[in-house]
């Protein structure tokens, strides 16, 4: 039996670059590793199978994890099978990439569990078979991520601080949001350039205030606008949409800080959450 903690990202950074003739969209964006997690286990078992804590995802290969199991035992052209738990704190449908880190979670331990019969890259193709983020999350820390989210460079860790997450009670549907996008309405972008930088100098506030996400503008939801005021509002040096939403941050100095705006948000129908950056995986 394996356990391990499957981390959630966030997006300093998304900017759309343009489509592509498959239908996907080049991005360019800078994730961060944050350590709110979900918890897989696996052990043997005479079947593949897959449970969660969450009555209303599938447990098939509907499931982004299941999926990734299912190609990794392929792969290593193996009769043995096992079983999959996965307790979830990542809130779903929220842009924090927790089906994502479950997929990418599922590989490791596996390749971990059968003795590592995969290289780093042959298991990083498996991921991107899974999905666009996949590679990020077996990734983690800060990283540049272009094309559709497979071509990662890996960045200087985002500086101390303390991560508000406020999850609105809607979800919003990531396939959705990109068919909505019209590449001619991006008129304001991201400083990526300066972002980097800004990391590069280990300076936090630069990099709050130069974070941008293009998505918020194709989303175009009262209420995230409202949530990111209110975060700004109290006391946060900068706040976006994290992926294609509904989640959105706030990024603070210290964890009193956070602790105090997150009290702000107790009477509305939110969860929220208070992480810290994740420079790598040591678990």
């Known amino acids: 039996m394996i356990t391990k903690k499957a981390y959630a990202k966030i997006n300093l950074s998304i900017d759309v ?40 995802l599938p447990v098939n290969e509907n499931n982004i994890a299941y999926k990734a199991a299912r190609l990794f035992l392929d792969e290593i052209k193996t009769d043995i099978n096992v079983f999959i738990d996965i307790k979830k704190n990542i809130p779903v449908g929220g842009g924090l990439g927790g089906g994502s880190a479950d997929a990418a979670t599922v590989l490791a331990a596996l390749n971990e569990l059968f003795g590592y019969p995969l290289g780093s890259a042959r298991l990083l193709e498996l991921g991107l078979l899974c999905g666009a983020d996949v590679p990020f999350c077996m990734t983690g820390g800060t990283c540049l991520a272009e094309g559709i989210g497979e071509i990662l460079t890996p960045l200087p860790p985002l500086p101390p601080c303390s991560i508000l997450l406020v999850k609105p009670s809607f979800s919003i549907s990531t396939k959705r949001i990109f068919q909505k996008i019209n590449m001619k309405k991006i008129i304001k972008r991201p400083d990526t350039a300066g972002l ?25 939801d009262r209420k995230i606008e409202l949530y990111k005021q209110k975060l700004l509002s109290s006391g946060a040096m900068g706040s976006i949409m994290t992926g294609s939403g509904s989640v959105v941050f706030g990024v603070f100095r210290t964890e009193p800080e956070a602790l105090m705006a997150q009290f702000n948000f107790k009477e509305l129908p939110v969860s929220t959450f208070i992480v810290k950056p994740v420079s790598n995986f040591c678990e």
Do not use: C, F, P
């Open 196 to 220: 980097i930088g800004a990391l590069e100098k280990s300076d936090i506030k630069e990099t709050a205030v130069r974070m941008y996400n293009v998505l918020e503008d194709v989303v175009s």
């Open 17 to 56: 670059i343009g489509k592509r003739h498959d239908g996907y969209h080049n991005l360019k964006m800078i994730m961060q590793s944050v350590s709110l997690y979900d918890t897989i286990t696996i052990e043997w078992s005479n079947s593949l199978k897959i449970a969660t804590d969450l009555s209303y």
